[in-house]
């Protein structure tokens, strides 16, 4: 797993950590068992904070996607089905959240935002 972060990104490096943790989880990338970096081997890799990378830790433990074991090191949990569906669902919010903002911005009306992603959905082969 490869963790990139960016000091310029509007979200704090400990969420950026998260996410990406988070997203190789979601996509089989970390299976079940496997163990993460340390700490301070993270920390010293992506050259920040041991604080950083606890509190992102931290925050995947508190979210059910990792365990801590005193000692040991950090460890991917097995994926709740029910788990994953909020995440995604939460993620799917957020983007279209954005989404209707920028419409918003652009003069679109409702009808020209569903159509948009209606046609979206077509491209995709989502019909």
Do not use: C, W
Request: glycine fraction near 8%.
């Amino acid at each position: 797993m490869r963790v990139v972060i960016s000091n310029t990104a509007e979200s704090p490096l400990y969420e950026q950590i998260a996410e990406q943790v988070k997203a190789a989880i979601l996509t089989g990338e970390l299976a079940d068992g496997d163990q993460l970096p340390s700490v301070r081997g993270l920390a010293r890799d992506l050259r920040i904070s041991v604080i950083t990378t606890s509190r992102a830790y931290s925050e995947l433990e508190a979210s059910g996607f990792i365990t801590n074991v005193q000692g040991r090191g950090a460890y991917v949990l097995p994926i709740d089905s029910q788990l994953v569906r909020e995440q995604l669902l939460r993620q799917i919010e957020t983007a279209l959240g954005h989404a209707v903002d920028h419409a918003r911005l652009a003069g679109l009306d409702r009808a020209e935002l569903i159509a948009m992603l209606d046609a979206l959905l077509v491209e995709e082969g989502h019909r």
